[in-house]
T-cell receptor
Framework: QKEVEQNSGPLSVPEGAIASLNCTYS??????FFWYRQYSGKSPELIMS????GDKEDGRFTAQLNKASQYVSLLIRDSQPSDSATYLC????????????FGGGTRLMVKP | DADVTQTPRNRITKTGKRIMLECSQT?????MYWYRQDPGLGLRLIYY???????NKGEISDGYSVSRQAQAKFSLSLESAIPNQTALYFC???????????FGSGTRLTVV
């Protein structure tokens, strides 16, 4: 079992819709969670961090964390074609020496 | 100027050649990392360093070596490049456990 799992996609949504990206993790002791956006051939860019159960909103982005169920999600409201990218979930994994463990990423396609 | 700078941006080299990828940062972070990214395999940790005197192997360190010349500089070397080291390489920095990584712009390496 991978430590951080994401559906690879592609997830296709129409422009203006809500895109929902999900991530599960295996290390129950994890305390810090991050979402990165990566355009093709570019470096990952940090867009959200979340540490407590519940929702955290930043503009069109909402991160959701449920530690009991060991999942973290990212909602993108009013999706735009410029949101088309691969979204990486990263979890601070204490079992791995406090490294960030990355999921394989979900490719999002927003169609005009 | 970028906070984390990688050089070169692109490099084509021949099998058996020694090559060095360089990373420098202006963020003042102690922690530095080298990752490689391959399609379908995600980001994999090669080496990491928590300070100048602390160097640690990651999950795929074979065939690679590193040097932490200063707090701000962390270089990755391929002693004898082979074609399956063709990948996108990222340097990253981090200030602490509850913070995400800041990535450099990446080096696209092709070994022919």
């Amino acid at each position: 079992q991978k430590e951080v799992e994401q559906n690879s996609g592609p997830l296709s949504v129409p422009e203006g819709a809500i895109a929902s990206l999900n991530c599960t993790y295996s290390d129950r002791g994890s305390q810090s969670f991050f979402w990165y956006r990566q355009y093709s051939g570019k470096s990952p860019e940090l867009i959200m961090s979340i540490y407590s159960n519940g929702d955290k909103e930043d503009g069109r982005f909402t991160a959701q964390l449920n530690k009991a169920s060991q999942y973290v999600s990212l909602l993108i409201r009013d999706s735009q074609p410029s949101d088309s990218a691969t979204y990486l979930c990263a979890v601070n994994t204490y079992n791995a020496g406090n490294m960030l463990t990355f999921g394989g990423g979900t490719r999002l396609m927003v169609k005009p | 100027d970028a906070d984390v700078t990688q050089t070169p941006r692109n490099r084509i080299t021949k099998t058996g050649k020694r090559i060095m990828l360089e990373c420098s940062q202006t963020k003042g972070h102690d922690r530095m990392y080298w990752y490689r990214q391959d399609p379908g395999l995600g980001l994999r940790l090669i080496y990491y360093s928590f300070d100048v005197k602390d160097i640690n192997k990651g999950e795929i360190s074979d065939g690679y070596s590193v040097s932490r010349q200063a707090q701000a500089k962390f270089s990755l070397s391929l002693e004898s490049a082979i074609p399956n080291q063709t990948a996108l390489y990222f340097c990253a920095t981090r200030t602490g456990d509850n913070y995400g990584y800041t990535f450099g712009s990446g080096t696209r390496l092709t070994v022919v």
